[in-house]
Nanobody, 121 residues
Framework: QVQLVESGGAAVQAGGSLRLSCAASRRRTGHYAMGWFRQVPGKEREFVAA????????YYVDSVKGRFTISRDNAKNTIYLQMNILKTEDTAVYYC??????????????WGQGTQVTVTS
């Protein structure tokens, strides 16, 4: 089993910044990447960003490119999501996940409990 614990969610004004963290209890052999997804009530969970453990390649949904940065600390089994220039539409519960995939939920095996990000105007 792998436990993922997110932190850093908060309420912030539009234009502000937040940094989310996700600590994994361990890394399983074959887990290629970790990612961030987000979900608002009544909508499907949406891919936000992902990073590979091996070479740190990063991937983003178009709506956050240039504003969000995903990074990793291999020694701590932790990933981060630096979110800048936040918009009200970024409001969601943010989940981190670990698995073999990049963009698709189905390729992630383990999920965190989620952390709420609220952006006010």
């Amino acid at each position: 089993q792998v436990q993922l614990v997110e932190s850093g969610g908060a309420a912030v004004q539009a234009g502000g910044s937040l940094r989310l963290s996700c600590a994994a209890s361990r890394r399983r052999t074959g887990h290629y990447a970790m990612g961030w997804f987000r979900q608002v009530p009544g909508k499907e969970r949406e891919f936000v960003a992902a990073i590979t453990w091996s070479d740190g390649s990063t991937y983003y949904v178009d709506s956050v490119k240039g504003r969000f940065t995903i990074s990793r600390d291999n020694a701590k089994n932790t990933i981060y999501l630096q979110m800048n220039i936040l918009k009200t539409e970024d409001t969601a519960v943010y989940y981190c996940a670990a698995g073999v995939g990049i963009y698709l939920e189905i390729n992630y095996e383990y999920w965190g409990q989620g952390t709420q990000v609220t952006v006010t105007s």
